[in-house]
């Protein structure tokens, strides 16, 4: 097996892909394998503690060190092949998307060579003024994938395996894969009605996290938008942290009237702000807008270069088409408007009825059942209704909000629909509601 930790490892994953070692499977206690490699404790505790980063074992305390079978990822969107009204997938209503057929008719694709550049020059002017009217500072634009293929790659380009990171909790599940999948140690940031905690944040500093990822407004899967006094006493936190890589995934952009408040410092050496056009242009425009320091810009490119190189500049002149559109415009507010008013109604009817839940922003609603939500989800499901629990969203297990809470998509929902998911979520949930009438 070697006498390094890191022989020790290798070791270890090749016996599991060849199969040697089942999911279930113990592995030797280190006392015990020390003794035999003829090698220090420490050293096996070390191989041990990478292959519990990499997701390959998990470690029990007492119980010793189990490997792992294929992770369990639960991704965005409608579950194919349910029978049952799916509330929980989280997309954008595709009836208030902008219409693509008359966009495309606006836009004249032409070749771009290798070594053009990667971004184009209308959608780098309009995104440079809206990025610059709310970040005063110096940045340089990069364009990706998507908001999580900018996140996935601004990690990367910062952190090696076993590096901490601080994400949300409850968290966006595609944060949560990156961060698993790519061997970093995930420090959950607890969120309140004011958005990360500062006392979350300064324990992930001080326990050693090297990046913090942050959802400004539209936070998922609970709605919450930080306010600009808890904004401010981030920023003074992270004052003392200049080096540490702070991200802000401002998904919602457009669609949220609140204003943006950011926790990025002033001092800070090394930031990025993402907006992807997903929620208002189409998830499968594949686009967004990254701003960023200098170095993280060029760090980042060199990421971009080996594999996509640059997102489509058919894509990018078609996003630059529709934004600088104002009948679009128009629409993407009058969806936001739309959201917003549905999500409110809604959590008002709940409110009524005894059941708290918060809709601050965004697409979804976060609903406090009093209850096991995986069991409260199991019985909607008897009523036709397909639900997300909490937990799914929770990177502490032992969180209350994530046990005890549904994320449910209800804006495309009409007033029948809506006031029977309520009296269904009223009948199932745990605790004592009213069961009068609703305003």
Known sequence: MGSTAAEISESVRDLVERGAYAPGDQLPPVRSLAARLGV???TVLAAYRSLVTARIAATGGRTGTTVLGPAENHD??????????????????????????????????????????????????????????DHPRPFRLSITAGAVDAVERLLAQTLVQGDRVGLEDPCFLSSIHTARLAGYV????????????????????????????????????????????????????????????????????????TPYASIIAPTQQRWALVRSVSKF????????????????????????SPGTMWVSHVMQRLAAAMLRDDEVQRSIVAAGEHYAGRNEAFVSKLDARGVQAQADSGLNV????????TKVG?????RGWLVRPGSEFALDTESAQGSTHLRLTVHALDDAEAQRLVDDLVAVAGGSHSSGADA
């Open 40 to 42: 220090n404790r420490n």
């Open 366 to 373: 976060w609903v406090d059942v009093r209850d096991d939500a």
């Open 378 to 382: 199991r019985r909607l499901a008897s």
């Open 76 to 133: 965005e969107g409608f579950t194919p092949g349910s029978v049952l009204r799916d509330i929980g997938s989280g997309n954008p209503d595709a009836a208030r998307l902008p219409d693509l057929a008359a966009a495309f008719a606006t836009v004249t694709p032409g070749h771009v060579l290798y070594g053009e550049s990667v971004i184009d020059p209308d959608l780098a002017e309009w995104a440079t003024d809206w990025i610059a009217a």
């Open 186 to 257: 995930p420090v959950a940031i607890p969120v309140d009605r004011e958005g990360m905690t500062v006392a979350g944040l300064r324990a992930a500093l001080e326990s050693g996290a090297r990046a913090i990822v942050c959802t400004p407004r539209a936070h998922n899967p609970t709605g919450v938008g930080t306010s600009a006094t808890r904004a401010l006493a981030l920023r003074e936190v992270l004052a003392d942290h200049p080096h540490v890589l702070v991200i802000e995934d401002d998904h919602f952009s457009l669609l949220d009237p």
């Open 281 to 304: 242009l189409g998830p499968d425009m594949r686009l967004a807008v990254t701003a960023s320091d200098p170095v993280t810009a060029r760090r980042l490119a060199l990421r971009l």
